[in-house]
T-cell receptor, first 111, second 117 residues
Framework: GQNIDQPTEMTATEGAIVQINCTYQTSGFNGLFWYQQHAGEAPTFLSYNVLDGLEEKGRFSSFLSRSKGYSYLLLKELQMKDSASYLCAVTRNTGFQKLVFGTGTRLLVSP | GAVVSQHPSRVICKSGTSVKIECRSLDFQATTMFWYRQFPKKSLMLMATSNEGSKATYEQGVEKDKFLINHASLTLSTLTVTSAHPEDSSFYIC?????????????FGEGSRLTVL
């Protein structure tokens, strides 16, 4: 099976930086995704990591350590519209490479 | 990016009836689609993998006779909730992977909110 854990909720202030952590345990690891989901909407793709290190994309960065089974999503210069759920998901190199999601983190950005 | 469309976006039905939800890949062919279920304020739970031309693969604990999945073509998968009950009320989301994509990301449909009275 797979265990993918994230903090349930986080709060931060507009303009600040927030780091959302994700830990996972899985065999045949084949990549980790971060998705953003606003309430009542479909998830949208943010980032993908398969090798160790940091991937930067504008205000968002994602880090992966395969040996530690750990990833984080870093959001800089927070905006009110960043209030959403952030979902960490892991894929394995077996079968249909299905994506299994973590528990999700609800982020609330306040003025 | 690739587009996945889901229909209907909202459906209300009476207990005991069946409801069909469609998932289409609009600009690419998808031999595999994934169906997820999401409860309020919870993450996405994978229900099954839909395979074009063959039987779906269900996750542990998901009743295949209750959630019928058909993948009749390379652009269409359907999920039918049979004999729906109030506990089946949920947000159902389909997704597919564009074979031409670089990262293997999944593209999601808009989701279908089912309410069973």
């Amino acid at each position: 099976g797979q265990n993918i854990d994230q903090p349930t909720e986080m709060t931060a202030t507009e303009g600040a930086i927030v780091q959302i952590n994700c830990t996972y345990q899985t065999s045949g690891f084949n990549g980790l995704f971060w998705y953003q989901q606003h309430a009542g909407e479909a998830p949208t793709f943010l980032s993908y990591n398969v090798l160790d290190g940091l991937e930067e994309k504008g205000r968002f960065s994602s880090f992966l350590s395969r040996s530690k089974g750990y990833s984080y999503l870093l959001l800089k210069e927070l905006q009110m519209k960043d209030s959403a759920s952030y979902l960490c998901a892991v894929t394995r190199n077996t079968g249909f490479q299905k994506l299994v999601f973590g528990t999700g983190t609800r982020l609330l950005v306040s003025p | 990016g690739a587009v996945v469309s889901q229909h209907p976006s909202r459906v209300i039905c009476k207990s005991g009836t069946s409801v069909k939800i469609e998932c289409r890949s609009l600009d690419f062919q998808a031999t595999t689609m994934f169906w997820y279920r999401q409860f309020p304020k919870k993450s996405l739970m994978l229900m099954a993998t839909s395979n074009e031309g063959s039987k779906a693969t269900y996750e542990q604990g998901v009743e295949k006779d209750k959630f019928l999945i058909n993948h009749a073509s390379l652009t269409l998968s359907t999920l039918t909730v049979t004999s729906a009950h109030p506990e089946d009320s949920s947000f159902y989301i389909c997704s597919a992977r564009d074979p031409a994509g670089n990262t293997g990301e999944l593209f999601f449909g808009e989701g279908s909110r089912l309410t069973v009275l």
